[in-house]
T-cell receptor
């Protein structure tokens, strides 16, 4: 069975500084990995995904994530954080039925301080 | 990206009544839709997989008689919370699977409060 861990409940970063939100996963076979962002009382917005190819994936709003197979990680990064990036971030993994049967991580709340 | 809507966005109902939540894929046909539940400050938990024209597949621990799912068309799935109780209060999110692109698109969610 697949699982996702986000070891940090909360990440605080100053505006303009780089940010990292961590994610590790466990899945049989090749993983399909995703990052989503959720603003208060809103649904999920897709940021980026890794299926195959380059380990560094670039996504929406300047976010990127690096797939590291040996460490089974898929950390989300942004070179320069904005206050508007403050939200709840979810990492998700999908198994062989790509696009279906998502398993979400517990979420990490990102606060970007002005 | 593809658009998925949910209606209503929030609903308050009395204990014992039933509430229907609609999930629509506005610009594509979705043979599969998913229903998730999110408790405050927690992650999304998959409740069921809704397949057009067939019975939904429920995750372990989800009562199928309490959470009725109907996927009568390729653009609409409904979740009916029957005989709602305060513990059913939650944020319900649907998603629609676009097979052509192998993508899952999420609705904006419905906040249900049972008093």
């Amino acid at each position: 069975a697949q699982s996702v861990a986000q070891p940090e409940d909360q990440v605080n970063v100053a505006e303009g500084n780089p940010l990292t939100v961590k994610c590790t996963y466990s899945v049989s076979g090749n993983p399909y990995l995703f990052w989503y962002v959720q603003y208060p009382n809103r649904g999920l917005q897709f940021l980026l995904k890794y299926i195959t190819g380059d380990n560094l994936v670039k996504g929406s709003y300047g976010f990127e994530a690096e797939f590291n197979k040996s460490q089974t990680s898929f950390h989300l990064k942004k070179p320069s954080a904005l206050v508007s990036d403050s939200a709840l971030y979810f990492c998700a993994v999908s198994g062989p039925n790509y696009g279906q049967n998502f398993v979400f991580g517990p979420g990490t709340r990102l606060s970007v301080l002005p | 990206g593809a658009v998925v809507s949910q209606h209503p966005s929030r609903v308050i109902c009395k204990s014992g009544t039933s509430v229907k939540i609609e999930c629509r894929s506005l610009d594509f046909q979705a043979t599969t839709m998913f229903w998730y539940r999110q408790f405050p400050k927690q992650s999304l938990m998959l409740m069921a997989t809704s397949n057009e024209g067939s019975k939904a597949t429920y995750e372990q621990g989800v009562e199928k008689d309490k959470f009725l799912i109907n996927h009568a068309s390729l653009t609409l799935s409904t979740l009916t919370v029957t005989s709602a109780h305060p513990e059913d209060s939650s944020f319900y999110i649907c998603s629609a699977y676009l097979r052509l692109l192998n993508e899952q698109y999420f609705g904006p969610g419905t906040r249900l409060t049972v008093t």
